[in-house]
């Protein structure tokens, strides 16, 4: 977790990224953070609720080939309506932080390309790790749940120190996202996202 929230530190001060660059790693990793999660969840729910079974009469192979196109669809969706907020925080850092021809100068630079990959490769193989296919509906709802709400205090930190972007806002950001995942309560508190926990969730928390 510090490794990954160090990344845009040492793009600024390495590798001489500009802050709207460090800004946009720090974001693409939230956003295929939640993706990954939507698309790890909708996966336990394919193997192993009995609603997402391959109708009994339909060949085995054309099932399957609609049961995950049915899947890519519904994860697209609510990967559209759930990350509303990161959605908000491009359309902010957009109008505001990031230059005419920045989108082009993007693919031009190789260490933020590998940077891009790995934080992706990360975040899918923490999602897996996770287990959500070996979890009861009532695990999975209150997991699914605590990320989110995750999810919520990151992109209020990201929008916060957003405001004040600058090379020397890097650090802070970083500091502030380690913050989140460290005190996941206390962060959530202090930006009254603890409201959106279900109960039993209040109590997973090291802080």
């Known amino acids: 977790m ?10 600024v001060y390495a590798l001489d990224w500009s802050p709207a660059v460090a800004v946009f790693e720090i974001w693409f990793d939230g956003v295929t953070a939640l993706a990954a999660m939507i698309a790890l969840h909708l996966r336990a729910f394919a193997l192993t609720d009995p609603v997402a079974k391959v109708p009994e009469g339909i060949p085995p192979e054309i099932g399957r080939r609609v049961q995950w196109g049915l899947m890519f669809t519904v994860w697209l969706l609510l990967l559209g309506l759930l990350a509303i907020p990161y959605w908000f925080a491009l359309f902010f850092f957009s109008a505001g932080l990031f230059r005419p021809g920045f989108w082009a100068a993007l693919p031009g630079d190789p260490w933020l390309m590998l940077a891009l990959l790995y934080v992706l490769a990360s975040n899918v193989a923490e999602e897996f790790r996770r287990g959500y296919d070996k979890m009861s509906a009532a695990q999975a709802r209150l997991e699914f749940n605590w990320d989110f709400s995750m999810h919520l205090a990151r992109i209020g930190a990201i929008l916060l120190v957003g405001f004040f972007a600058g090379r020397f806002m890097i650090i802070p ?16 508190r202090l930006m009254g996202g603890d409201a959106t926990l279900e109960p039993g969730n209040e109590r997973r928390s090291r802080d």
């Open 2 to 11: 510090l490794a990954r929230n160090a990344i845009p530190v040492i793009g």
């Open 173 to 188: 950001l970083a500091l502030a996202l380690s913050y989140v995942e460290i005190y996941p309560m206390r962060s959530l």
